[in-house]
């Protein structure tokens, strides 16, 4: 393999692992929306300072599933009570912590069609996040190949062709992020 093959083998892979990065993170900020069901990665961002150190929640509780409404937090540390109940009060999650000094309790009230539909236009605009994420990355690699066609490493027709090859991915990947959010609409909206 000649080491122009090599460098554009590179910026290629380089370029999957972005848009498959970006995929990731967009399925990650979609985990913490609230559907209307307990799910337990709405409390992923939370932190709470333990010992001076900012340390996200499950680190320091045990954090279950009750049933389809509601969630339970079991600090490890029965210290850490009243600061957990403050952070999720402060927190964008909209549930309002109740706790008995030992266990607190977050109840999910059932979703109105106001904040499903407010809901519904977050996720679209963390799919529209995602999407300019993955057009970033294929910017990036364009740039790179350009180069080394500037440079005189690959030729014209090379360069063609991976474009086309880049453009397919793209389009791969923005159609997988259109049925991901198609899911999660379907699920904030289900009553």
């Not at 706790?99 to 977050?122: A, C, H, W």
Request: glycine share 4%.
């Amino acid at each position: 393999m000649s080491i122009q093959n090599e460098q554009v083998d590179m910026i290629l892979l380089e370029y999957e692992e972005g848009l498959e990065k970006a995929v990731a993170h967009y399925e990650s900020e979609l985990q913490s929306i609230r559907a209307g069901r307990a799910n337990p990665h709405i409390l992923d961002k939370i932190k709470v300072d333990y010992y001076g150190t900012p340390t996200p929640l499950y680190q320091v509780s045990n954090i279950t599933v009750v049933d389809a409404r509601q969630i339970a937090i079991t600090p490890w540390d029965q210290s850490l009570v009243k600061a957990i109940v403050k952070e999720i009060a402060a927190s964008d999650i909209g549930i309002n912590p109740a706790d008995d000094g030992r266990i607190i309790r977050l109840n999910f009230p059932p979703l109105t069609e106001e904040r499903r539909r407010e809901l519904v236009k977050t996720t679209k605009k963390y799919c529209e996040d995602a999407k300019i994420a993955c057009r970033n990355e294929r910017r990036d690699a364009l740039e790179k190949l350009k180069r080394m066609k500037k440079d005189s490493i690959i030729t014209e027709d090379d360069l063609s062709g991976l474009e086309k090859d880049i453009q397919k991915s793209l389009d791969k990947t923005t159609a997988k992020i259109d049925a991901i959010i198609e899911e999660k609409e379907k699920e904030i909206m289900q009553i």
